[in-house]
């Protein structure tokens, strides 16, 4: 044993010692109050705190957390996590405008940020999902990459959710030092008492249908075998958007998908303190891969031949001769995003994937009600990819055919003939036409030419003991994570690479209930990640060694009555490099990249107004002494502005306002408000480009909050009247700069309604965007404005049996 790793366990295992043997002196006080009070509101319970109680809340000491329960899921009718989350303050998404996504291109894929921080960990049951070998975000980065790198609607369906637990900031110490923007942690269902089964069937817009059934109860002689077992399949044709340029709707060509499910968990208690827990989650699909929405302004046959000449051949003059090179990306060639419609719509280019995961998990006691258990886990997640494309008919050379046919220019009738003979044709225009340049390319999308098999298996140890008035958690986790990639280059040849990390990430926390009022929690984790061993056609390559480190945490929440309570927590943060991050060197001082460090802070108040009336209001500020980012550089050694991947100085602030009322017994209401703000500072030595930013931004940390909306308003209204439930969610973005979105503000309007024909069928309707609204969630400087526009209005009309 090495003396880091010796001094890191004895670390642990003398704060427990000395936090059980502190705990004596407090023992007098036990019959003065009440540990974990608990009190049940409507669907869900909530401690003296008023914090919210779910399987795993015993882990948190404050916080803001906010948790979605399967009684929501049921009314709400949400079809994926995406959809369920996205009314949580602070919440936002990162999509293409599209289901799928390109491995190893986060842009391509969607992506979730909580408090405009992508650093978010992803759990099943309180298990990492994550994979740290994973390229899926990032396998050619110039920039590192910040992402979770999960894509949460792969992650499991929504049959198998019982809960959504999202913890923003650092409220949870246990999930990891790196978890800067929060947490989202699923718990899944188990079976009841009762046998009980559902179908639940729904159809609507763009030929979109779920399909999904569910089955669980119980057992033995004693009911103490506990079983749910659930299968679906979700899938939608091409999708349809508003174009927020020009106002029109348009066909995502492409875009279609499809998936299917299963999950299966069984359960053991053998008493009221030991259990055993078996879970296996399969989710497979093909997923239609369009890159880009077309922007409508240029949607026509005539713009669509001035594009792709001027992108395979080049710029004319007016006798029709070449002149100028090609032009790329939308910034010097308008509508040039267009062009991807031919590997969605017309070759058909599409993702795979295909999960399968183990979880098996022994509680060996239960004490105050944290659980000491064992669980042991195995996930292997296989994807595959296909982007096929051709714009001239003989791959390559455009520029050089169309200067033999014509060195001295062309007339018009000659130019269009060469473009219909040489060029893609305009994906709607003559279907014939576009048959043929199918049958001469080589035919639609068939097999992927990129495959990657990311593999988990660990094992955790948790022993958790209540003693006297400190509850005391320690845990370790060993997990090792493997990438096997095959792809073909853009020569036709075969390369290959193997990845390989371990992580070993330990935990103490006690937290000490020093009063009826005050609990306080410190903790420390311990961090390891080996290298990254890469093995390629080249051999076998490391990047930065082994790192590890010990990050302390300090959480608090008091309660000044029955009505009002704050919480207080910090943390050191720790969030080792990625794959993708090895790939880039500091290209000002040729420096390899640093992990990244710094400090977390987070801040509350609740207060309940009247018996029917609460108020929250939540602060984060983040403080990073080494955040990897792509900033303008001014380089010394050539005297150019290099723009680079660097370790700098990261302030992130964020700030919301929750307010939740019930009217009557029908009505009830919920409205949030959420601002973050980040900033980007060089370090010692460095000098930024002054003049870098986006139009009217001079300023870099202006420009970079440009990239996504100042400012998100949430109202969720719900009325509930016996066998009638309905609710609109209102989501208003403001702020957004009109350098990276359609328009500055969007309103998107979600509606449901619920009705229980008998005590066995509900029927149901639910329209997502209401409105119609054109708005976007992300932005590419080389396909511009709009090009990630999302879905337009989408209805679906359902019915749930129950037997």
Not at 347 to 354: D, L
Request: charged share 25%; with cysteine; net charge negative.
């Amino acid at each position: 044993m090495t003396k880091k790793r010796f001094t890191a366990a004895a670390a642990m295992m003398m704060v427990m010692g000395l936090c059980a043997n502190a705990s004596a002196a407090f023992d007098e006080h036990l019959n003065d109050y009440t540990l974990d009070t608990i009190v049940v509101e409507a669907d869900a319970a909530k401690n003296k705190f008023g914090d919210t109680i779910t399987e795993q809340s015993y882990y948190r000491t404050g916080g803001d957390v906010k948790v979605i329960t399967r009684e929501e899921i049921e009314k709400r009718h949400y079809t994926d996590l995406t959809e369920a989350i996205k009314r949580i303050p602070g919440v936002t998404f990162q999509n293409p405008g599209y289901r799928g996504g390109e491995y190893g291109y986060q842009f391509y894929n969607n992506g979730v940020s909580i408090n405009g921080d992508t650093r978010v960990i992803i759990l099943v049951d309180g298990r990492r999902v994550d994979n740290a070998a994973s390229t899926r975000a990032s396998d050619k980065s110039t920039t590192g990459t910040k992402s979770t790198g999960v894509n949460l609607d792969q992650v499991t369906n929504m049959e198998n959710v019982d809960k959504i637990e999202v913890i923003k900031g650092p409220g949870a110490s246990v999930y990891g030092a790196d978890a800067l923007g929060g947490v989202i942690n699923i718990i899944t269902r188990k079976g009841g008492q009762q046998n009980v089964g559902s179908i639940d069937l729904s159809t609507g817009s763009w030929h979109k249908h779920k399909y999904a059934i569910s089955y669980s109860g119980s057992a033995g002689n004693d009911n103490s075998w506990h079983y749910f077992l659930s299968a679906n399949r979700d899938m939608s044709g091409d999708t349809k958007y508003k174009d927020g340029i020009v106002g029109g709707t348009g066909t995502l060509g492409g875009s279609k998908w499809k998936e299917d499910g299963v999950n299966f968990r069984l359960d053991k208690d053998f008493n009221d303190k030991q259990n055993l827990k078996v879970w296996y989650n399969f989710k497979e699909g093909k997923d239609g891969y369009p890159i880009a929405v077309p922007n409508l302004k240029y949607w026509n046959e005539k713009d669509w031949n001035d594009i792709i000449f001027k992108a395979t051949v080049g710029q004319l003059d007016e006798n029709n001769k070449l002149v100028g090179g090609t032009l790329s990306g939308d910034a010097k060639n308008p509508g040039y995003h267009n062009l991807y419609a031919l590997d969605g719509q017309v070759y058909g280019s599409f993702s795979k994937f295909k999960n399968n995961d183990w979880d098996i998990q022994y509680t060996f006691d239960k004490d105050n009600g944290m659980e000491s258990f064992i669980r042991v886990y195995d996930q292997n997640h296989r994807y595959s990819h296909r982007d096929k494309y051709q714009w001239y008919v003989n791959g390559r050379g455009a520029a050089d055919a169309y200067n033999a046919a014509f060195p001295n220019g062309a007339t018009n009738e000659q130019l269009s003939q060469w473009i219909k003979d040489n060029l893609a044709p305009f994906p709607d225009g003559d279907q014939d036409r576009v048959k043929e340049w199918l049958e001469k390319t080589g035919g639609a999308a068939q097999e992927p030419t990129s495959w990657h098999e990311e593999k988990n298996r660990g094992v955790q140890l948790q022993y958790a003991k209540s003693v006297g008035v400190n509850d005391i958690i320690a845990s370790i986790t060993y997990d090792k994570a493997k990438n096997f990639s095959k792809r073909y280059d853009s020569y036709g040849k075969l390369t290959s690479s193997h990845v390989d990390r371990k992580t070993i990430l330990g935990y103490v926390q006690d937290k000490i209930h020093i009063s009826d009022k005050w609990d306080l929690t410190p903790a420390i984790r311990y961090s390891k990640y080996s290298s990254f061993e890469t093995t390629n056609s080249a051999g076998t390559t490391q990047g930065k060694g082994d790192t590890n480190l010990i990050t302390p945490v300090i959480n608090t929440q008091y309660m000044f009555d029955d009505t009002s309570s704050m919480y207080f927590g910090w943390t050191k943060v720790f969030r080792p490099l990625k794959e993708g991050d090895y790939n880039t060197t500091d290209g000002v001082f040729k420096t390899p990249l640093d992990d990244e460090k710094g400090d977390a802070w987070t801040l509350g108040v609740r207060k309940d107004l009247t018996d029917k009336t609460s108020v929250a209001v939540h602060y984060d500020w983040t403080r990073m002494s080494s955040a990897i980012a792509t900033l303008p550089i001014f380089d010394t050694s050539t005297g150019n502005i290099t723009k680079t991947a660097v370790n700098a100085k990261e302030d992130k602030k964020s700030f919301n306002v929750t307010l939740d009322h019930q009217f009557d017994d029908h009505f009830t209401l919920s409205a949030s408000y959420s601002h973050m703000k980040d900033e980007w500072k060089a370090k010692n030595g460095w000098v930024l480009d002054p003049s870098w930013g986006y139009a009217n931004d001079s300023d870099i940390n202006t420009a970079i909050n440009s990239l996504r909306p100042k400012n998100h308003y949430s109202l969720n209204l719900s009325y509930e009247n016996g066998k009638l439930y309905t609710g609109l969610l209102t989501n208003w973005y403001t702020g957004c700069s009109d350098y990276a979105f359609t328009n500055n503000r969007f309103l998107v309007l979600d509606w449901n309604i619920n009705y229980e024909i008998t005590k066995d069928m509900t029927v149901y309707a639910l329209v997502t965007n209401l409105t119609n609204e054109a708005y976007e969630t992300s932005y590419n400087s080389w396909n511009g404005v709009g090009s990630s526009a999302m879905p337009g209005r989408c209805w679906m009309v359902g019915v749930k049996y129950t037997f």
